[in-house]
């Protein structure tokens, strides 16, 4: 039964891109923030935005591989190597569409994204008891 794990997958890769999303949304609003009360320093407020993209990218395979272990499924270094890589290059490409405010990564990207982490859900052999 291959589609339980493509439908796990879809799970696990819609809230993770939620939660990197808005964990991106929200650090580069800090970020923007302190920039705006700095006066005349150039590079205020890049710091923060830096730590929040390395986090963003840091937390999207962490959360592929936790999502997918409590739905009981194994065998997932394609999804997690693979999403983690296109999570970096997705949010990379669209940093500018994120750091306004308001702003997020485009809907047929991210449902792009989605797909793609679903497909690659199926990667590994489903979990049999």
């Excluded at 272990?69 to 190597?81: F, K, Q, S």
């Excluded at 792009?112 to 489903?126: C, D, E």
């Amino acid at each position: 039964m291959r589609y339980v794990r493509h439908v796990k997958g879809a799970v696990t890769v819609t809230v993770a891109t939620a939660a990197c999303h808005t964990l991106m949304s929200a650090g580069f609003a800090g970020a923007r923030d302190i920039a705006a009360e700095s006066d005349d320093d150039t590079w205020a407020g890049a710091f923060e935005f830096l730590l929040t993209t390395a986090a963003s990218w840091a937390l999207m395979p962490l959360l592929l591989w936790a999502g997918m272990r409590m739905m009981g499924e194994t065998h997932n270094a394609v999804l997690v190597a693979v999403g983690g890589l296109f999570w970096a290059g997705v949010s990379g490409y669209f940093t500018d569409d994120i750091d306004t405010a308001g702003g997020h990564i485009p809907f047929l990207a991210l449902a792009a994204y989605i797909l793609l982490g679903t497909g690659l859900a199926g990667a590994g052999p489903s979990h049999r008891d």
